[in-house]
């Protein structure tokens, strides 16, 4: 009997150790990437715009710092603003995703521009893309080619890029017709 009860006390002083290291502050990011898709026709002139939706379902922020794909020579986060009647492209050097937080990169905002396409994209295609977090490390994901898009859509919520770092080669001086964009923005925008 008394046996019984000393086992149980160590037990429980285990199972409380456990609890107690599970307490401790460790913070991580779960990072989901889904609905990653460019429109047909991109890259035909060597460009096209990548879109997905990140989800960070964890408790600790994480930083989407960079991206690539056998496809293109580069990928590189692009915001979309209007400047007057003229919608401008700036280029991003990373992407703070708060714990808890979904950042949609979609028609008319966020984007991932590829350039250096290798090859046109067809309908029905397609091709591997990794984006790289800081903490999450590496997450590779299928891109679709398709005219409809993968996910319904959602403008970017104003104040999702208050914390984004604007990159030293922005590309704010590169003026595009507001008529070109959305359709065939990654077509058409870039030289
Ligand atoms: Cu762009």
């Not at 690539?68 to 050097?93: C, F, L, N, W, Y």
């Not at 521009?113 to 977090?133: K, S, W």
Request: glycine share 12%; proline share 5%.
């Amino acid at each position: 009997m008394r046996l019984a009860i000393f086992l149980l006390v160590i037990a429980a002083a285990i199972l409380g150790l456990a609890l107690w290291l599970d307490r401790q502050p460790d913070e991580k990011s779960v990072i989901a990437v889904s609905h990653a898709w460019t429109r047909p026709g991109s890259g035909t002139n060597g460009t096209a715009a990548v879109y997905f939706e990140i989800d960070n379902s964890g408790d600790g922020g994480d930083q989407l710092t960079g991206a690539q794909t056998p496809v293109a020579e580069k990928a590189e986060m692009h915001t979309s603003q209007m400047q007057g009647d003229v919608m401008q492209m700036r280029s991003i050097a990373s992407i703070d995703i708060h714990a808890d937080e979904h950042i949609a990169f979609s028609p008319g905002g966020l984007h991932l521009m590829l350039t250096g396409v290798r090859n046109a994209l067809a309908e029905g295609d397609h091709f591997p893309l990794t984006l790289e977090f800081g903490k999450a490390g590496a997450i590779t994901v299928d891109v679709a080619v398709t005219e409809k898009g993968l996910a319904a859509p959602s403008a970017v919520p104003s104040g999702t890029m208050g914390d984004n770092k604007a990159g030293d080669k922005g590309m704010g001086d590169m003026p595009m017709r507001d008529d070109s964009m959305g359709k065939d923005h990654g077509a058409a925008a870039h030289p």
